[in-house]
Nanobody
Framework: QVQLVESGGGLVQAGGSLRLSCAAS????????MAWYRQAPGKQRELVAR??????????DYTDSVRGRFTISRDNAKNTVYLQMDSLKPEDTAVYYC?????????????WGQGTQVTVSS
């Protein structure tokens, strides 16, 4: 069994910062891509940022609306992914979900965290 546990959400004023963390635990052989998604009320879930490790090189990409403000990183030794969110805007308000594509010893699968609320006040 694999679990992804997120932390770090909360309420912040526009222009402020938050740092989200997501730790994966359980039967994990290796993790390929880790990512953050978000879902605002009445909207579809969207990809925010993702990071893929190939050896010692990480490949990252961001959705246009957060590029230059958000930074995704990971600690492979801890099976943890982070999302540093700076210059937050009210439109960043959403539930943020962690996603990991990993091999659990049997197969590759996608796993999701339970979500953490981020609210940005104007």
């Amino acid at each position: 069994q694999v679990q992804l546990v997120e932390s770090g959400g909360g309420l912040v004023q526009a222009g402020g910062s938050l740092r989200l963390s997501c730790a994966a635990s359980g039967s994990i052989v290796t993790i390929s891509t880790m990512a953050w998604y978000r879902q605002a009320p009445g909207k579809q879930r969207e990809l925010v940022a993702r990071i893929r490790s190939r050896g010692r090189t990480n490949y990252v990409d961001y959705t246009d609306s957060v590029r230059g403000r958000f930074t995704i990183s990971r600690d492979n030794a801890k099976n943890t992914v982070y999302l540093q969110m700076d210059s937050l805007k009210p439109e960043d308000t959403a539930v943020y979900y962690c996603n990991a594509n990993l091999h659990d010893g049997s197969r590759w699968s996608d796993y999701w965290g339970q979500g953490t609320q981020v609210t940005v006040s104007s």
